[in-house]
């Protein structure tokens, strides 16, 4: 785990963000995740979306309790084995 030392404390949370040309580049230094964005809020609000997709908590297929969680049983699943439809459909 990295982290940095200031007045003694170690921080594992350390964000770095300076700008490059016209852009702000945010990156977690635990986990190496850069990214960027036009304005300050803009490069840390994509850091945190990226290092939730980088830690699997956005994006990932929810579990039976995370759908029971939001009142979902997975029991009640009408759709069975059916083939997922294509959302974008075919790009011609």
């Known amino acids: 785990m990295t982290g940095s030392m200031r007045d ?6 350390e964000i770095r963000l300076w700008r490059e040309a016209d ?3 945010a990156k977690n230094v635990e986990t190496g ?4 964005g036009p304005t300050r809020g803009a490069a840390l609000e994509n850091l945190d979306e990226a290092v939730a997709l980088y830690a699997e908590k956005i994006g990932s297929e929810p ?6 969680e939001l009142g979902i049983d997975p029991a009640d699943n009408t759709t069975g084995e059916q083939e997922r439809p294509d959302a974008l459909g075919t790009v011609r």
């Open 8 to 13: 003694g404390d170690v921080h594992d949370d």
């Open 23 to 25: 852009w702000w580049i």
């Open 33 to 36: 995740v850069t990214t960027q």
């Open 63 to 68: 579990t039976d309790a995370a759908l029971c």
